[in-house]
């Protein structure tokens, strides 16, 4: 039985993206050993970035300010944040000494 479809008005792939940029953004910040910023800091910043990057966009007369946009970035980055707080915390430096001893 075929899945209905259900039309929200909302570009759901769209939305995708941007989690996974801002979820992307908060490990990356959060795992890479800036351990003079906390990490409420960083998820502070990356949240407050998405906010106005949206206010920036408003401004041009080809992009639009999507309240949405920032709910997928906010949730990115807060999901993120709460998994810096798990194993997952050590995945980047994971990948980085398997490139690393992949070289040599």
Known sequence: MPVPQIDTGINQSDKI?????????QS??????????????ILFFTI???????????QTSYRQFEL???Y?????SLT???LLFTPFKNTLIYFD???????H
Request: hydrophobic share 50%.
């Open 17 to 25: 993206i941007h989690f996974m940029i801002y979820f992307i953004m």
């Open 28 to 41: 990356w910040f959060g795992q890479s050993g800036l351990y003079s910023i906390k990490l409420i800091n």
């Open 48 to 58: 407050c970035f998405g906010i106005i990057i949206e206010i920036l966009q408003s």
């Open 68 to 70: 949405y946009d920032i």
């Open 72 to 76: 997928a970035n906010s949730l990115g």
């Open 80 to 82: 993120a944040y709460v």
């Open 97 to 103: 000494h398997k490139m690393h001893t992949q070289r």
